[in-house]
């Protein structure tokens, strides 16, 4: 198992993850996707994790390090986009990525790292529990846009 950033070849591997996840086709990469693809790509502030296993993208989520006035100016992190291939879950590599966050976020000096679940099933949260999140500190709200 290799862990790193993803780079600009990854984005068509990232897709393929995305749309398994949402159940969805992969979406032909347009100018939109690489706009925003390019952004995501320059921003110091926002790290794109990969596991690959045998070249292969396996597993990934996305760390934003948000800076703060308040915490002694200390920056905190959301996790966000957490998300295995079907075929490689319970082998550690999305236990993997959420390390590699949390030690990006500690490089940072980030006082605290954040995510959110969508989902319900009891093995999720026992998941997240594992890797060390807990969801008993703090209660989470979201207020969907159009």
Not at 129 to 144: C, I, L, M, P, S
Request: glycine share 4%; proline share 2%; charged share 20%.
């Amino acid at each position: 198992m290799q862990i790193r950033f993803a780079d600009q070849t990854d984005l068509s591997a990232l897709l393929a993850l995305y749309a398994q996840f949402r159940g969805t086709s992969i979406p032909e990469i347009n100018e939109r996707i690489m706009a925003v693809w390019r952004q995501i790509m320059r921003d110091e502030n926002h790290h794109v994790i990969l596991a690959e296993a045998e070249n292969v993208i396996v597993s990934t989520c996305v760390l934003v390090i948000i800076p703060n006035l308040n915490h002694d100016q200390r920056p905190y992190a959301l996790i966000e986009n957490v998300i295995t291939d079907i075929a490689h879950r319970k082998k550690g590599y999305g236990s993997a990525v959420l390390q590699h966050a949390v030690s990006v976020a500690q490089e940072h000096g980030c006082y605290k790292v954040m995510l959110m679940t969508g989902s319900k099933l009891e093995s999720t949260l026992r998941f997240y529990e594992q890797a060390g999140f807990n969801r008993h500190d703090k209660t989470g709200f979201v207020r969907w846009l159009d």
